[in-house]
Antibody, heavy 121, light 107 residues
C-alpha cells in the first residue's frame, strides 16, 4: 500500500488549496478514504471521509471544516482530493491521507507521509 | 460528541518495563477503538484495531483490551524502538475522535 499526498503550500488566510493523494498497491475503489491532520506539536484530528462507490461516494466532515472543505475522489485515477476553502490560521497542519475499509471495525490501517499546509499572512 | 480521555499524558519508563496506557470514553463505544504509535517526525502507524486485534506485523509485546468505556494498551516489555507517542481513536460514530496522546520517554 502506498499513499502519496501532494499540494501542501503556504497560503494566506481566506485562501484556497487543493490537496491530492495518489494511491497504489490495493483496490482503491473498494475502500473508504479519510483525511487526518496534525497541527505542529499537537495531536491528531480527523478531517473527513469519502466512502466508496458502493456506498454512494458519500462524505462526512469534522465540524471545524464543514462547509469549507470538500473531499472528492476519482477511482479511475486512484486518487482522493481535499479542496480547502476559506482557510484559517488554525488549519495549519500536516494533512495525512488515510485508507480505511468499509468495515466498521477497520479504520485507518494505512497512512501517507503527509503534506504540510501553512496558513499565514 | 463522545470524549476520549487518555492517560497518562506522558510517562518515563525503562527498557524491559511493562507499560499500560488507558483511554476512557464518556459513553459506551463497544469495541470501536484503535491504537496508534507515532515516532518523532514519522507517520502514525496502527497497532491495534477493534480494541484487541493486533495489526499484522506488529510485535506481540503490544496488546489491547477493553470494551464499552475503558480500554488499555499494554506493552509487555518496553523496547528502545517503542519510545514514541501513542494515541487511541474511537470510531463508533461520527466524528471519530483521538485521545490526547501519551508520550513514552526513556527513564
Amino acid at each position: 500500500v502506498k499513499l502519496v499526498e501532494s499540494g501542501g503550500d503556504l497560503v494566506q488566510p481566506g485562501g484556497s488549496l487543493r490537496l491530492s493523494c495518489a494511491a497504489s498497491g490495493f483496490t482503491f475503489s473498494d475502500h473508504y478514504m479519510d483525511w487526518v491532520r496534525q497541527a505542529p506539536g499537537e495531536g491528531l484530528e480527523w478531517v473527513g471521509r469519502i466512502r466508496n462507490k458502493a456506498n454512494g461516494y458519500t462524505t462526512e466532515y469534522a465540524a471545524s471544516v464543514k462547509g469549507r472543505f470538500v473531499i472528492s475522489r476519482d477511482d479511475s485515477e486512484n486518487s482522493v482530493y481535499l479542496q480547502m476553502n476559506s482557510l484559517k490560521l488554525e488549519d495549519t497542519a500536516v494533512y495525512y491521507c488515510v485508507k480505511s475499509t468499509p468495515s466498521w471495525s477497520d479504520w485507518f490501517d494505512s497512512w501517507g507521509q503527509g503534506t504540510l499546509v501553512t496558513v499565514s499572512s | 460528541d463522545i470524549q476520549m480521555t487518555q492517560s497518562p499524558s506522558a510517562m518515563s519508563a525503562s527498557v524491559g518495563d511493562r507499560v499500560t496506557i488507558t483511554c476512557r470514553a464518556s459513553q459506551g463505544i463497544s469495541n470501536s477503538l484503535a491504537w496508534f504509535q507515532q515516532k518523532p517526525g514519522k507517520v502514525p502507524e496502527r497497532l491495534i484495531y477493534a480494541a484487541s486485534s493486533l495489526q499484522s506485523g506488529v510485535p506481540s509485546r503490544f496488546s489491547g483490551s477493553g470494551s464499552g468505556t475503558e480500554f488499555t494498551l499494554t506493552i509487555s516489555s518496553l523496547q528502545p524502538e517503542d519510545f514514541a507517542t501513542y494515541y487511541c481513536l474511537r470510531h463508533n460514530n461520527y466524528p471519530p475522535t483521538f485521545g490526547q496522546g501519551t508520550k513514552v520517554e526513556i527513564k
